[in-house]
Nanobody, 121 residues
Framework: VQLQAFGGGLVQAGGSLRLSCADS????????GGWFRQAPGKEREFVAA????????TYEDSAKGRFTISRDNAKTTVYLQMNNLKPEDTAVYYC???????????????WGRGTQVTVSS
């Protein structure tokens, strides 16, 4: 599993971004996919995750109703659609893969490089 996240950028509050996490390896469909974020001076926190088949999703409370995680195993990609973005969503966003879904970053085996999301007020 080799993950690469992209799609970050600068957006105004209320705007939208879609992050993508592509796996260049061959084992993608065997793993759950997750998104985490880390703001300056803060610990990395869970945002959302999807099981390996795409049938089960879970979200951090502040992401519920605004963010949608999905995956396309044929394209070996996990997406995070972020709507109604707020300045407090500003962070580096990381994608990860693991055998199951865990809210603790320590449970995730594979990580991609982060992509910066900045939301201006």
């Amino acid at each position: 599993v080799q993950l690469q996240a992209f799609g970050g950028g600068l957006v105004q509050a209320g705007g939208s971004l879609r992050l993508s996490c592509a796996d260049s390896g061959s084992m993608f469909s065997l793993y759950a996919g997750g998104w985490f974020r880390q703001a300056p001076g803060k610990e990395r926190e869970f945002v959302a995750a999807v099981n390996r088949r795409g049938s089960v999703t879970t979200y951090e409370d502040s992401a519920k109703g605004r963010f949608t995680i999905s995956r396309d195993n044929a394209k070996t990609t996990v997406y995070l659609q972020m709507n109604n973005l707020k300045p407090e969503d500003t962070a580096v966003y990381y994608c990860a893969a693991a055998p199951g879904i865990y809210r603790d970053p320590a449970g995730w085996h594979y990580w991609g490089r982060g992509t910066q999301v900045t939301v201006s007020s």
